[in-house]
């Protein structure tokens, strides 16, 4: 009978042990706990500076959003002046050409004469009596 009473005292002792071990195991627990819920504040204190960040760079792109498209409409309106007088100053070129020199002006390309050639030669001094005339000129 002996035996089974070592068994018995060590189921005993491994159950004491088990106890132990678990109340072990509740110390554990708050500190694991306390670590848990370190871990889990620094996470969202992570958590809300991202999305401050992200709150402010989305309020950054729709200011340079705005701010292009009023640049775009300030440049557009320009493209619209500028086209107008080019235009008024196109149709003044031909009346005044036209009716100066006598020549037909409907011939002749104004685009290609108009156009900025990079590959153009300087033109050459002219020497005769007009050239003074020609100096004195000045636009309008």
Same mark, same amino acid.
């Given at each position: =009978?002996?035996?089974? *009473? &070592?068994?018995? @005292?060590?189921?005993?002792?491994?159950?004491?042990?088990?106890?132990?071990?678990?109340? $072990?195991?509740?110390? !554990? =627990?708050?500190? !694991?706990?306390? &670590? /848990? %819920? %370190?871990?889990?504040? *620094?996470?969202? #204190?992570?958590?809300? %500076?991202?999305r401050v960040?992200? %709150?402010?760079?989305?309020?950054?792109?729709?200011?340079?959003?705005?701010?292009? @498209?009023?640049?775009?409409?300030?440049?557009?309106?320009?493209?619209?002046i500028l086209?107008?007088?080019?235009?008024?100053? @196109?149709? #003044?070129?031909?009346?005044?050409? !036209?009716?100066?020199? !006598?020549?037909? =002006?409907? $011939?002749?390309? +104004?685009?290609? +004469?108009?156009?900025?050639?990079?590959?153009?030669?300087?033109?050459?001094?002219?020497?005769?009596?007009?050239?003074? /005339? &020609?100096?004195?000129?000045?636009?309008?």
């Open positions: =009978m002996s035996p089974k *009473r &070592n068994s018995n @005292k060590s189921k005993e002792k491994d159950f004491i042990d088990q106890n132990i071990d678990d109340m $072990d195991g509740m110390d !554990g =627990m708050d500190s !694991g706990d306390d &670590n /848990y %819920r %370190r871990r889990r504040d *620094r996470n969202n #204190l992570a958590v809300k %500076r991202s960040k992200s %709150r402010i760079k989305t309020q950054e792109t729709m200011e340079r959003v705005h701010k292009l @498209k009023t640049e775009n409409d300030m440049l557009e309106e320009k493209i619209k086209s107008k007088e080019l235009s008024f100053l @196109k149709n #003044l070129f031909l009346a005044h050409a !036209g009716t100066t020199n !006598g020549i037909d =002006m409907d $011939d002749i390309d +104004l685009e290609s +004469l108009l156009a900025d050639a990079v590959d153009t030669p300087p033109s050459v001094p002219c020497t005769s009596s007009r050239s003074s /005339y &020609n100096s004195t000129l000045q636009p309008f």
